[in-house]
């Protein structure tokens, strides 16, 4: 997840999504939230939480976009929860992974089109 300027009119809808899947962070976004300081320190305790499963990363030194686009392109099983149009932009080429962003104090879900390998239901 790379969703952390959440507000706290927005807390519910975070607290729906814990409902609804298994949030999850990589060990490279949260090194890069740690870096980032001060002004994320809610960032950081929300991605704290007992309730995120921690992915490990086996590799060194790579930035937290490229390990995210990495990790989906070879496990297409998550949605990718982000407010970063280059993040976003890279993840729309991987075929069949959903895109969870926030908009006008809403979280929206973008679906990927079936010919472009979505799984169907």
């Known amino acids: 997840i790379d969703i952390f300027t959440i507000s706290v009119p927005n807390f519910w809808a975070v607290f729906c999504l814990f409902l609804a899947g298994i949030p999850c962070i990589t060990d490279c976004v949260m090194a890069e939230i740690e870096k980032l300081g001060q002004k994320y320190r809610v ?3 929300i991605a704290k939480d007992p309730r995120f499963d921690r992915l490990p990363c086996t590799h060194k030194g790579t930035y937290a976009d490229d390990c995210l686009v990495q990790r989906v392109t070879q496990h297409k099983c998550y949605i990718v929860a982000t407010v970063d149009r280059d993040l976003k932009r890279r993840i729309r080429k ?7 962003y926030l908009s006008n104090h809403r979280y929206n879900i973008e679906r990927m089109p079936d010919d472009y ?5």
């Open 43 to 45: 960032a950081l305790r």
């Open 117 to 121: 390998g979505a799984p169907r239901f």
């Open 94 to 100: 991987i075929p069949g992974v959903p895109i969870m």
